[in-house]
């Protein structure tokens, strides 16, 4: 609060009062500034202004308006505690409460207005004449089909307003508190490759954590520490990696150059590049998709976006594809047995037509997905589960373990699993990341239409179209060039050194066109730094790991005369084969300065620290969001999406944070 010393004569002071009366208050023989308040009003889900939109202060009465940007400023206001009312037609309406506003004080209240999915425009026309759903059925543990929650248009409906629904749950009250569920994270620690030459790694296609981390942050929240993965916050964006040559899923790449944040070490930055497919070539998709439509999924950041979300695949979808819809609550049903691609309105007039209500049996819908994949697999095809939900399952045969081993058999069928999580308070990513895990399938976190669109158009084949598969990589590390390094993030994706060679080990998979990168934190040797010029004495410590390239009990000759920093071996199945194929690549200690680096090098390293500094790691050494940001800035690239635009945003707001504690 503002405070005006004033040494006015009493007669001016009233006279300077009365003239400035909505500029200014006289408490307890003080002048005060009155308050002002300016703000936006943006929609939910596309974070796009809402001009017009209605703002009453109920205690007043007080009504104003949006500007055409979503604007809105008010002056002359009293402080104290008020309530804001804000409307706008085919939007909910919402009520800010006890919104305490300071006099003397620029105050700032920005509001974000959900969709009605209900609201029709008056006098909109919906022709119904070739809208035909199928009777749904409900599926139970003994695989005995009955009907289920039939529904029908009204008569005399070929023209009109379309208000059937489909529900056949019971009614559900969300509750208040937040149960979001995420596994804690051990962060990788630095290892002697004298002890330990062999680092072994699944890749992680996945990005879950990108989004919902920007969940939190567009919320004005830092998100829980362990729901930053960063592996997935540095393979959200796509890298300019060089195509693959002929006969080969993938390209390899690797750099090695500064470490932004710890300036005793090096950065291995390590990428690869899925061979792009041709629209024209893809094979048919046979997908189902598996929704959750339980009572948890009410909110208008679940099924409602659900429904927009998909709609953007099946637009995308021919007469050779097939789709099918199943849901669960209570109960799993059928709602939409295996249609062609082409008949849209009917695939979507099921989707749109689904209501939520009920509690969760996650178990039996999975169950029933698979059922219906299996019975129209196409050879040769992408057969697909697409599981849509908040991920809380509560009711029936949902244990992990069995769903696990359900979904590990069917992964072996070859029908593959997507899983698509939505919602918040509620939201379970414990529990879909491991599921997605083994399915060799894709986890996506959807928390607006932008991000839909990049899971369902901009990225669908590299979302849906599997080009290789038990993707794993092993690096075997020089100790005579490395005296310690560090895997940065994939902590869920780590595997055991035996691991490599077997066959049976489930590993990750790699989509069309996808790119997947890995960095390493190095603390090089002396012999390293000086260009192998410096002595380095041999090591006598017994290793276990069989054959090594590097060193039999003892350095070998090779290590120091190799110029070699590491070798990388990668393992990959192709989607239809069971035994591997080997490829292996010497990397040679080719340092560069980080001003020479490359640009996919640079931001990788950017959104790496912006995770570490988000996860507080043990590893963040000298990170901070102000080196983030121009790392970030120097390495934007062509960005036709916006999304490392996107990225610097949330970075500079991070960093507005910091330098205004």
């Given at each position: ?409 069917q992964r072996n069928k070859g029908i593959f699993l ?29 928390d607006n239409e932008k991000e839909a669109k990049k ?164 590893f963040k050494a000298a990170s901070n969001y102000a ?35």
């Open positions: 609060m503002k405070q005006l010393k004033t040494v006015l004569f009493p007669s001016l002071l009233i006279a300077f009062i009365a003239l400035s009366s909505n500029m200014y208050i006289l408490k307890s023989g003080e002048l005060y500034l009155k308050a002002s308040l300016s703000g936006t009003v943006s929609d939910a889900q596309l974070r796009l202004p809402v001009g017009k939109a209605k703002i009453e202060i109920l205690e007043t009465g007080q009504i104003f308006f949006t500007d055409s940007l979503g604007h809105f400023s008010i002056g002359n206001l009293d402080e104290g505690k008020f309530t804001f009312s804000i409307s706008k037609e085919g939007f909910l309406n919402k009520q800010v409460k006890e919104v305490l506003i300071h006099s003397g004080m620029m105050n700032t209240l920005n509001v974000l207005l959900e969709k009605d999915v209900n609201y029709v425009k008056p006098g909109t026309p919906i022709a119904l004449d070739d809208i035909k759903v199928e009777e749904p059925v409900l599926y139970d543990e003994s695989e005995t089909y009955h009907k289920f929650a039939k529904r029908t248009a009204s008569p005399g409906m070929n023209a009109g307003v379309y208000n059937g629904s489909f529900s056949g749950y019971d009614s559900y009250s969300e509750t208040d508190f937040n149960t979001e569920a995420y596994d804690r994270i051990y962060e990788n620690i630095y290892k002697n490759p004298l002890a330990e030459p062999l680092s072994t790694f699944s890749i992680d296609v996945d990005n879950a954590s990108y989004s919902n981390m920007r969940r939190f942050l567009t919320m004005g929240q830092m998100p829980p520490k362990d729901a930053v993965r960063i592996e997935e916050l540095v393979n959200y964006f796509d890298y300019d990696y060089q195509q693959p040559v002929e006969g080969l899923p993938f390209s390899m790449y690797t750099e090695l150059s500064d470490c932004p944040w710890n300036p005793k070490a090096q950065l291995l930055h390590i990428g690869l590049q899925g061979k792009a497919l041709d629209y024209e070539e893809l094979d048919p998709s046979n997908i189902v998709f598996l929704i959750d439509v339980s009572g948890s999924m009410q909110s208008a950041t679940k099924l409602p976006l659900v429904k927009k979300s998909l709609s953007m695949l099946i637009d995308r979808l021919n007469e050779n594809d097939r789709v099918a819809i199943v849901v669960y609550a209570g109960a799993a049903g059928l709602v939409l047995p295996s249609t062609p691609g082409s008949d849209k309105t009917k695939i979507k007039a099921v989707l749109n037509n689904l209501k939520a209500g009920g509690s969760t049996a996650g178990g039996a819908g999975i169950k029933l997905a698979y059922k219906v994949a299996m019975n129209n697999l196409i050879e040769h095809g992408n057969n697909r589960v697409v599981l849509v939900t908040d991920g809380d399952f509560n009711v029936g045969a949902s244990s992990d373990a069995e769903m696990i081993r359900l979904i590990e058999e997507t899983v698509c999580g939505f919602g918040m308070g509620n939201y379970k990513d414990s529990k879909m990341e491991k599921i997605a895990d083994k399915g060799n399938g894709n986890y996506f976190y959807i899971v369902f158009i901009t990225d669908m084949r590299a979302t849906l179209f599997t080009i290789a598969k038990d993707v794993k990589l092993q690096l075997e590390f020089n100790p005579a060039y490395v005296a310690e390094y560090r895997l940065v993030g994939y902590e869920n994706r780590v595997l055991n050194n035996q691991d490599f060679d077997n066959d049976k080990k489930d590993a990750g998979e790699l989509g069309a066109g996808h790119t997947v990168t890995a960095l390493y934190e190095i603390i090089p040797t002396e012999f390293a730094l000086n260009h192998g010029q410096s002595d380095f004495k041999s090591s006598n410590q017994q290793n276990t790991f069989g054959h090594l390239k590097y060193q039999d009990n003892k350095l070998s000759a090779q290590a120091f005369d190799s110029g070699e920093l590491l070798t990388l071996k990668l393992r990959y199945k192709k989607p239809d084969e069971d035994k591997s194929r080997l490829l292996k690549l010497p990397v040679l200690n080719d340092y560069i300065k980080l001003q020479y680096s490359s640009e996919n090098f640079r931001w990788s390293a950017a959104v790496a620290e912006f995770g570490l500094l988000l996860r507080d790691s043990e080196q983030v940001l121009e790392l970030a800035q120097n390495a934007k690239t062509t960005d036709l999406n916006g999304y490392r635009a996107e990225f610097i945003q949330m970075v500079q707001s991070c960093l507005n944070i910091v330098a205004s504690r």
